[in-house]
């Protein structure tokens, strides 16, 4: 396999992750690692996901695993055989890193038991990622999605008073969980470069969750008052402010400024808004002085008040497009910013002036991926190459890797193993 | 004595710039795990979560806010002004004796004082710098600023976070604040492992919005490969037809009480889930039913049933499920209490008060907050003394002209 240029080059990874941890390979590879996804023979579940392009469905063009398993090779092995289990003990010998997404009570079945693998690989650096962690009242419990964003507190910082609460349409848990697996293993990583010696990580998905919670912990430690979700307001430390997301001529501009929109740049806003003619009364000594007094945060507008800042944002709003309002908002320093949509995204200006977005080839077209997550300056991440078809790699990783020959590799496929 | 390893980050001391969410959270992995992390703020400028809410007894004071202290565990804290004549050479003089400088403002505050990559690295050649703005160090929009409200907005995340056809509210959090520095962290951590074996150190631009971005799941590649936008649809997931969050009794009784706002997260994949659903409420015929109708007597069951109660009948048969936890019930929820996620520290000004704490658990060098929030400045002898080097009458006279407020 070539060089990459990334800060963990020298390292390998054994990638045994379904949804729940496709993130945390994906983000080590991007790093430079070598990330040996294993998937059973016939492939791996998550192939199933969707969409798919075209909206055809078939294990090699789901967008799910286009999207998480690019930068990865794949290899097939049937875990549940002992002749499978001593292939995986042999790829394990050659890597630095496994993360797996085990069920807990399924963990040692599988050979993924945490003492198993430090007494045969004792500088393996092993993540799990679990639901709610490896053991505790909840281990054996089952999350998708929407129920570690319900367990860890997201849900109910989501949506508005009185109806139900919600979740991204872009699994956030999952996301949480992944990402910061990756902190809790490069941290052990770095341990292992001092040290030599592996250590298990065991990151909880509903834990991962948990501080999403903004100020919210804080805010009941403290106040004994749990903030809600506020639809269109925001709240800091249980208290509330006026709208947030306004309509423009164009789409939706996102309108807070640091404390609420009236908050420290107050007088400046009401400067902006009747440099158009559209403050309406806020420019009387008597809206000034409310205005003012917004600024410790402790007592935003409310009630009548909220109602009118509101009305005139909106008309403010309405009569302008995104660009405008944000550069305009900007130049005041009030960090508005724009709601885009994913067309939006794709045609911004400024991804593009700083070459965000990856070309990657495929068989049969090139197709344009989010780009690198952070750039580092000596040894920057790279979005190299497509996902892996099922077994794509299998020569490699058995071959020139474990040193198999073509023929034991044909037999084990024969065999049903890979 | 113990055979405990060293702490992780032993020996690793970062100068910390960084303000509000982002930065902080990033250094805060650093501190938790052993690396001296010394933050540098200013009563001239204050950091603005020090002036935020929830304010120990409502009373506002710089050493007051909880917002500021959960994300400022195991830190040290000096004041320093930077606009003072003297404010940037006594920076250079710390970040001299630091491995790792982290900062968050727009791109023109570091170039202003003159402490760009380039500049520190005259006086401390290995130095790793990450540099966190909004919208990364160059291009048209480098020089905006904005909060993690609005950067869910720019990155996509609030396009896909409201009821079906609605309008983008997004989520009720700053929330890319706590998303971007976990990648923020992997890259610095990745980099500092690089130095360790080669070196060499290096700079960091994280633009915090292309981080974000990688948190929309399929959004861009169902855009550019199928030209598809996708929509946001409340609870509700594309591939399940049950999957949502339900309403419970109160735990009064009282419909339309104060209480009455106890919810669910039922989420059905299969079959076998659905049967066990339908068996548990007493409706076996759910799996022949259209989930449309389903959900509509789903939803008046649940309207029956408490929420706690309810979550553990249904993970007894094996349908995921979940209370939607409030911040009250996170701090009873005995899973977490389990792994030990909340740490209660004394604080000088704030007594003791509950922290965050890593998310993962590491078998042989765990994380540990060793303290909690400092003071503004309360480091100030010591690191200006003992790690800057200056004398009694230096510190005195920059005391005394300004130079530390």
């Not at chain 1, 030599?196 to 903004?214: K, L, P």
């Not at chain 1, 249980?238 to 609420?260: H, I, M, N, P, R």
Request: glycine share 10%.
């Amino acid at each position: 396999m070539p060089d990459t240029p990334g800060p963990l080059a020298p390292f390998r990874v054994i990638d045994l992750t379904n949804e729940l941890g496709q993130l945390a390979g994906r983000m080590l590879a991007d790093l430079g690692t070598e990330v040996i996804k294993l998937e059973p023979p016939g492939g791996d579940e998550s192939r199933f996901i969707g969409p798919f392009r075209g909206d055809v469905v078939d294990p090699e063009l789901s967008l799910h695993w286009w999207t998480f398993n690019s930068n990865k090779l794949s290899a097939t092995l049937d875990l549940t055989s002992p002749r499978g289990q001593q292939l995986f003990n042999q790829l394990l010998s050659s890597a630095d890193f496994l993360i797996e997404t085990c069920p807990p009570d399924a963990a040692a079945a599988l050979g993924l038991g945490v003492e198993t693998i430090r007494a045969s690989h004792p500088s393996l650096v092993h993540t799990s990622i679990t639901p709610f962690g490896r053991d505790g009242p909840y281990a054996h419990w089952k999350a998708t999605d929407l129920v570690g964003t319900a367990m860890g507190g997201l849900s109910s910082l989501c949506g508005a008073p009185g109806r139900p609460p919600i979740r991204p349409t872009a699994s956030q848990a999952y996301t949480q969980a992944s990402a910061q697996a990756v902190v809790g293993t490069l941290i052990a990583q770095y341990q292992r470069t001092k040290s030599g010696r592996g250590q298990h990580v065991d990151q909880s998905m509903q834990e991962a969750v948990t501080f999403t919670h903004d100020n919210a912990m804080p805010t009941w430690d403290i106040r004994r008052i749990n903030n809600e979700r506020p639809g269109n307001g925001r709240q800091i430390g249980g208290y509330k402010s006026g709208q947030y997301v306004f309509e423009a001529a164009d789409g939706y501009v996102a309108c807070l400024s640091y404390g609420g929109l009236f908050g420290l740049t107050a007088r400046q806003t009401v400067d902006w808004l009747d440099s158009h003619g559209m403050a309406g009364d806020l420019t009387s000594d008597e809206w000034l002085a409310k205005l003012d007094a917004t600024q410790g945060l402790l007592a935003p507008p409310s009630g009548a008040d909220s109602e009118y800042l509101n009305a005139v944002l909106s008309d403010f709003c309405k009569r302008f497009t995104r660009a405008q309002l944000v550069a305009e908002a900007q130049q005041i320093r009030n960090g508005w910013g724009i709601v885009h949509t994913p067309k939006d995204l794709l045609a911004n200006e400024h991804l593009r002036a700083r070459e965000y977005w990856a070309e990657i080839e495929h068989e049969d077209a090139h197709v344009t991926y989010p780009g690198p997550w952070a750039r580092l300056s000596e040894t920057p991440l790279s979005v190299r190459h497509r996902a892996p078809r099922i077994g794509e790699h299998n020569f490699y990783v058995y071959g020139n890797l474990l040193g198999h020959s073509d023929d034991d590799i044909m037999a084990l496929s024969a065999e049903g193993l890979i | 004595m113990t055979d405990a390893p060293d702490k992780v980050f032993d020996g690793i001391r970062v100068a910390d710039f960084a303000w509000v969410g982002v930065g902080p959270l990033v250094s805060k992995y650093l501190a938790d795990h052993g690396a001296e992390v010394i933050r540098i703020e200013s009563s001239v400028r204050p950091e603005p979560l020090r002036r935020a809410p929830p304010f120990v007894n409502d009373e506002p004071g710089l050493d007051h806010s909880g917002y500021y202290a959960d994300f400022n565990s195991s830190k040290q804290c000096v004041s320093l002004n930077l606009q003072h004549p003297d404010g940037v050479t006594i920076a250079k003089r710390l970040i001299a004796q630091c491995d790792i400088v982290t900062e968050s403002f727009t791109p023109k505050a570091m170039r202003a004082w003159g402490m760009t990559y380039e500049d520190l690295c005259a006086v401390r050649p290995d130095l790793i710098m990450i540099e966190m703005p909004m919208y990364g160090l160059s291009g048209p929009w480098a020089m905006w600023q904005g909060y993690g409200h609005v950067l869910q907005a720019a990155a996509g995340i609030s396009h896909l976070t409201a009821y079906p056809g609605e309008e983008p509210i997004g989520t009720g959090v700053a929330y890319t604040d706590f998303l971007v520095p976990h990648f923020a962290a992997a890259a610095l951590i990745a980099a500092l492992d690089h130095r360790q074996r080669t070196g060499q150190g290096q700079n960091i631009d994280f633009g915090q919005m292309e981080a974000a971005i990688h948190a929309t799941e399929t959004m861009v590649l169902d855009y550019t490969v199928n030209g598809r936008e996708q929509q946001a649809l409340g609870a509700g997931h594309p591939m399940h037809a049950i999957y949502g969050t339900y309403q419970c009794a109160p735990r009064s009784g009282e419909i339309g009480g104060d209480d009455d706002d106890r919810w669910i997260a039922i989420t059905i994949s299969n079959d076998a889930e659905l049967t066990a659903l339908g068996d548990l409420a007493g409706q076996p015929a759910w799996t022949s039913l259209d989930p449309a109708v389903v959900e509509t007597e789903l939803a008046a069951w649940v309207r029956t049933q408490q929420a706690e109660d309810l979550m553990r009948r249904l993970q007894a048969v094996g349908v995921p499920a979940g209370v939607v936890q409030t911040p009250e019930d996170l701090r009873s929820d005995p899973q977490l209490a389990h792994r030990g996620h909340f740490w209660m520290l004394d604080h000088p000004a704030m007594g003791r008060r509950a922290y965050d704490g890593p998310s993962f658990r590491l078998s042989e060098t765990p994380g540990e907050l060793t303290k909690a929030a400092p003071l503004l400045g309360a480091d100030n002898e010591r690191v200006y003394k003992d790690i800057v080097g200056l004398s009694d009458e230096e510190y005195i006279g920059h005391l005394v002209s300004g130079a530390f407020d």
